[in-house]
């Protein structure tokens, strides 16, 4: 079966400018996370769902940042006003909810601010 | 807070050597732990899982890892190494009723062949 998908896979744009980051979770499944890896780092924790609605979004950096899953499928980060800080791969990762929380990630948005 | 550990960032080893990847987890209750590995290109693949039972748990491609309690560790290893080991190492956990995973940093592993 497909995995988790991620588009674009690479996204340059320029400091100011507004960013939707688009993520495709398996099939089922009802959770679903944001991370953000950069360079030389582990992946950090931003937002995750179940269902439709944001669980737990403690690790959004800052209003600028937000999250949409309104189907409980598809999800969608937005980036407003993005600073060249905002630099790095955006991971997505799905899981069913249960005692384990096995995680499945995409390939990533690697998104560079100019 | 909590927050994952691992001290070794880069190792390179040659061909049929054995590894162990260091990984130190800070949380006071129940965590259940994870290794996934990064292949050039590639996405993060889960290697091994710990939730509760054995503490020696075993993954695919050979690879092992043991959570020890009393240190609070969760190191990864394998006996022999292979050049397609190349890749970089991450150990997460998270704790129950948190769902987000805290990743450690990283260990990039070059295998020489």
């Known amino acids: 079966g497909a995995g988790v998908s991620q588009t674009p896979s690479n996204k340059v744009t320029e400091k100011g400018k507004y960013v939707e980051l688009r993520c495709d979770p398996i099939s089922g499944h009802t959770a679903l996370y944001w991370y953000r890896q950069s360079l030389g780092q582990g992946p950090e924790f931003l937002i995750y769902?179940?269902?439709?609605?944001?669980?737990?979004d403690s690790g959004l950096p800052n209003d600028r940042f937000f999250a949409v899953r309104p189907e409980g499928s598809v999800s969608t980060l937005k980036i407003q006003r993005t600073e060249r800080g905002d630099s790095a791969v955006y991971l997505c990762a799905s899981s069913l909810m249960g005692e384990v929380n096995e995680q499945f990630f995409g390939p990533g948005t690697r998104l560079t601010v100019l | 807070a909590q927050s994952v550990s691992q001290h070794n960032h880069h190792v390179i080893l040659s061909e049929a050597a054995s590894l162990e990847l260091g990984c130190n987890y800070s949380?006071?209750?129940?965590?259940?732990l994870f290794w996934y590995v990064q292949y050039p290109g590639q996405h993060l693949q889960l290697l091994l899982k710990y939730f509760s039972g054995d503490p020696l748990v075993k993954g695919i491609k050979g690879f092992e890892a043991e959570f020890i309690k009393s240190k609070f560790s969760f190191n990864l290893r394998k006996p022999s190494v292979q050049w397609s080991d190349t890749a970089e190492y991450f150990c997460a956990c998270h704790g129950p009723g948190t769902y987000k995973y805290i990743f450690g940093t990283g260990t990039r592993l070059k295998v020489l062949a």
């Open positions: 769902f179940q269902g439709t609605g944001a669980a737990d």
């Open positions: 949380y006071g209750g129940t965590v259940n």
